[in-house]
């Protein structure tokens, strides 16, 4: 099992700690058993991913500061070995952090309704996309690349009894 630590200083999230562990769990063992992905290969027990459950002014204050736009989005995902032609040296015993996503309540939510989604499923497919994120999917870098990463979200998806998003 991986481990995935929540946080969540915003009052208006639900305790949604399990279901998190879930998807994010199932999104990389989907994608540690994927030949072509690069995750392949990847021990559960080896892998760390962290959670912060937060706002919209937290959200658009991290997008401002670290992509350049001003703005709340549902999800940022912060790799902690993105375009690194090495990993990250692991010390011995201690898990290979993938990194973080911090998800903003008032997005959420408010896309859910916008969508005609439940709150949990939508924050599902925004788990799965932003786990994707850590291990090196990127839909911004080309056509193609957003192609796989939507296949394999709705995939992941499917296997954790969720409709596709995009239909």
């Known amino acids: 099992m991986c481990q995935v630590l929540v946080q969540s200083p915003h009052p208006a999230w639900p305790s949604l ?7 994010v769990e199932a999104t990389l063992e989907a994608e540690s058993l994927l030949a072509d992905s690069p995750a392949y290969g990847w021990q ?3 892998l760390e991913v ?6 919209d002014a937290e959200v658009q204050a991290l997008n401002a500061e670290y992509r350049g736009k001003d703005k709340p989005t549902n999800i ?22 993938l990194g973080d996503l911090i998800l903003a309540y008032e997005t959420v939510a408010r896309e859910a309704e916008e969508q005609d989604k439940a709150f949990a499923q939508h924050l599902a497919h925004l788990l799965v996309h932003g786990t994707l994120h850590l291990i090196g999917y990127d839909h911004e870098r080309s056509d193609a690349e957003a192609d796989q990463q939507e296949a394999r979200e709705v995939t992941i998806l499917a296997q954790l009894g969720l409709a596709n998003p995009y239909a």
């Open 44 to 46: 559960m027990d080896d």
């Open 50 to 55: 962290s959670v912060l459950l937060t706002d």
């Open 17 to 23: 700690d399990e279901r998190i562990q879930q998807v």
């Open 76 to 97: 940022l995902s912060f790799a902690m070995e993105e375009d690194e032609e090495e990993p990250f040296p692991l010390m011995e015993g201690e898990p290979r952090a």
